[in-house]
T-cell receptor
């Protein structure tokens, strides 16, 4: 079982470019979560998706950020017109069903975005 | 409102001595609580979880945590630190909307 796979592990972008981060959940998991970790901070929830559905995007910035989880293929977190403040580690997690007390998220190793 | 507070941003111990990482939570319902560990440039690994069963929870690598409702605490302990325990530890609360609420983390240093 390959676990949650994120790529790229490291991404460098210049201000104004677009960043695309991909996440393949664990086999059998249909729910994906994205979290952002700023330097010296804990992880902050961004968005929760099921296949072809955004369930909760309350943590997503209102502009420039979007996420999708298509029927086929990985989940993608897209950041348009990146700014230096977007530099962070972005973690994806997956679960077999909606999070409950018994369910636990499995995290990927993260994608580290650096904006020059 | 739900929140989690890790009381120490840095903890330093000597190898072989006990570890105590403190966590307090605020929740309006019966909480699910977790401790995760993050080694440098690695992902998050679950150490243990509390889901309203036994209040003393045993995890991997000799760690355990005790849920104390009266103190709204979920402190992480280990009797004897090992060099490989040096990492950042996150106390996490299961949120009411299905997401996880992370504390800011405690960096554990272990001196030889």
């Amino acid at each position: 079982n390959a676990g949650v796979m994120q790529n790229p592990r490291h991404l460098v972008r210049r201000r104004g470019q677009e960043a695309r981060l991909r996440c393949s959940p664990m086999k059998g998991h249909s729910h994906v979560y994205w979290y952002r970790q700023l330097p010296e901070e804990g992880l902050k929830f961004m968005v929760y998706l099921q296949k072809e559905n955004i369930i909760d995007e309350s943590g997503m910035p209102k502009e420039r950020f979007s996420a999708e989880f298509p029927k086929e293929g990985p989940s993608i977190l897209r950041i348009q017109q990146v700014v230096r403040g977007d530099s962070a580690a972005y973690f994806c997690a997956s679960s077999p069903a909606g999070l409950s007390g018994a369910n636990v998220l499995t995290f990927g190793a993260g994608s580290r975005l650096t904006v020059l | 409102a739900q929140s989690v507070t890790q009381l120490d941003s840095h903890v330093s111990v000597s190898e072989g001595t006990p570890v105590l990482l403190r966590c307090n939570y605020s929740s309006s319902y019966s909480p699910s609580l977790f401790w995760y560990v993050q080694h440098p440039n690695k992902g998050l690994q679950l150490l243990l979880k509390y889901t309203s069963a036994a209040t003393l929870v045993k995890g991997i690598n000799g760690f355990e945590a005790e849920f104390k409702k009266s103190e709204t605490s979920f402190h992480l302990t280990k009797p004897s630190a090992h060099m490989s325990d040096a990492a950042e530890y996150f106390c996490v609360l299961g949120g009411s909307q299905g997401n996880l609420i992370f504390g800011k983390g405690t960096k554990l240093s272990v001196k030889p």
